[in-house]
C-alpha cells in the first residue's frame, strides 16, 4: 500500500458551525479567524451570508466553499464547489431548484477536499 502521509493536506485544527437562519443577527465579524465555518440551514440565503463574511468578517473572495444538498442521501445528494465571490454565477439552479436542505461548508476544509 502507497503511503499517503506526506501528500495528505494539514488537519484543520478548529471549525465554528452557526445557523444560517438569522444572517441579520449572527455576529459575523467573530469569524474573522475561522479556518473553516459550516453553516447550517443556510440555502435561502447564501448570498447574503457570503456577502456579510466578505464585507463585514474580511474574508477573502476566493477563500473556497462548498454546499452539500441533502448530505448522506446518496439519491438525492448533490454538492457544489466554489467561492465565496463566485458561488452565485456558479450555482447554476432550475428554477424549480432548491438548496434546502443543505450543510455550506466555508475554508480551509474546502480546500483539502478539493
Known amino acids: 500500500m502507497k503511503d499517503r502521509s506526506n501528500s495528505l493536506p494539514p488537519p484543520v485544527s478548529s471549525f ?16 474573522r479567524d475561522t479556518p473553516t ?12 451570508i457570503c456577502g456579510k463574511l466578505c464585507l463585514e468578517a474580511g474574508w477573502a473572495e476566493n477563500t473556497p466553499l462548498a454546499i452539500i444538498r441533502s448530505a448522506g442521501v446518496q439519491s438525492t445528494q448533490k454538492v457544489w464547489k ?3 465571490g463566485s458561488i452565485e454565477k456558479d450555482l447554476n439552479l432550475a428554477e424549480d ?9 466555508i475554508g480551509r476544509a474546502v480546500s483539502a477536499a478539493m
Open 16 to 31: 465554528s458551525v452557526v445557523s444560517g437562519h438569522e444572517v441579520s443577527s449572527t455576529n459575523w465579524v467573530s469569524f
Open 37 to 48: 465555518l459550516v453553516v447550517l440551514m443556510g440555502g435561502r440565503v447564501i448570498k447574503e
Open 82 to 84: 466554489s467561492t465565496i
Open 97 to 105: 431548484e432548491k438548496l434546502s436542505p443543505c450543510v455550506i461548508v
